[in-house]
């Protein structure tokens, strides 16, 4: 080939290279699946996130609601979604740790069908009490409860969910024997508390229940995270008396697991760049969490750690719930 018409072809080749366009993710609008009602804290955590997302990724994000099924439908929802970062899903500890695992008709397993993405946030629980209880603290409830087998009563918001299981694994690292007394919802729950239908609570709070807690219509005994929580000011960490308690629900984002490696770091760092901004970490503040990024192999760390976590709880329930 003569050697005017190989530089040609070279040149050509290069000129290809250069003008044909290379689609850098994302090159559309990235879905996020919440698999919650419009209106709930969740949802307005994600809403809060879409413009600055949006602006990190260069691209529109779009929440979408997806509830029912204790969250089954929305993690189906993304994984029917073609595997390519475009859906990804809102999740917290209970869905991640507890529902598929009490759940079997779910078929869904984290560890397995999902991969972590970011982690977003976090919000402890708090354990209350009623004010007839004869304890201002957490090592003298834990001395009452053991006094009383079978006689202190603890407010769920529905079995087999987070605050149930979490609860019961309190229980069993206290060595107490108390009866669980199922509602339908946390608003139900927190007035049976409020009325002494049950004596003890562990539980999200909201600003409702933090202004009972200021009127002394509650107390606070503990909180569940490794170090006192600037949402409970003055209340000490559970883990001060059940070392490595932890009952903090951690809010994150995960993607189906064939998502390619590129399309999981590109969210990662959105997500992060997002929580990092200052107004934003109080209006999360003022919701009832705080910010707490996580990258995709940290946040994965955490899920693993949290299905390890709720297993013995998880396993308990199940063989008590066939």
């Known amino acids: 080939m003569p050697r005017r018409i190989t530089a040609w072809l070279a040149v050509s080749a290069i000129a290809l290279l250069t003008t044909t366009p290379v689609h850098a993710f994302p090159d559309k609008p990235v879905r996020i699946i919440v698999p919650f009602a419009a209106g709930g804290v969740t949802d307005a955590m994600g809403r809060l996130l879409q413009e600055p997302v949006s602006a990190a990724l260069g691209q529109p994000v779009i929440v979408e609601n997806k509830p029912g099924a204790a969250g089954a439908i929305g993690a189906r929802a993304t994984l029917d979604a073609a595997a390519d970062g475009y859906t990804i899903f809102m999740v917290n500890t209970g869905l991640v740790g507890i529902t598929p695992y009490v759940q079997n008709h779910a078929d869904i397993d984290f560890s397995r069908h999902f991969r972590a993405v970011a982690g977003l946030t976090s919000a402890p629980s708090v354990l209350l009490v009623n004010p007839e209880v004869p304890a201002n603290s957490l090592p003298e409830f834990i001395d009452y409860a053991r006094a009383n087998p ?22 069993q690292q206290a060595g107490l024997d108390m009866v669980a007394v199922p509602y339908q919802g946390n608003a139900p729950a927190s007035i049976a508390l409020l009325a002494n239908e049950v004596q003890m609570q562990l539980t999200l709070l909201s600003s409702t229940m933090n202004s009972y807690i200021r009127d002394g219509r509650i107390k606070a005994l503990g909180v569940a995270t490794p170090e006192p929580s600037p ?58 969490m705080e910010s707490a990024p996580l990258d995709a192999e940290a946040y994965g760390e955490r899920i693993a750690s949290e299905i390890a976590t709720f297993a013995p709880a998880v396993q308990a329930f199940v063989a008590q719930n066939p």
Request: aromatic share 8%; glycine share 12%.
């Open 150 to 171: 079978g006689k202190v009563n603890y407010a769920v918001s529905g079995r087999g969910a987070y605050g149930d299981l979490s609860t019961a694994l309190f229980a």
């Open 231 to 288: 949402l409970v000011p003055g209340v000490a960490p559970i883990a001060n008396t059940l070392p490595g308690f932890d009952a903090v629900v951690y809010t994150g984002i995960v993607a189906p697991a064939g998502v390619p490696d590129a399309a999981i770091q590109r969210l990662s760092d959105a997500f992060t760049t997002a929580l990092a901004d200052p107004a934003l970490q109080q209006r999360l503040f003022d919701m009832g």
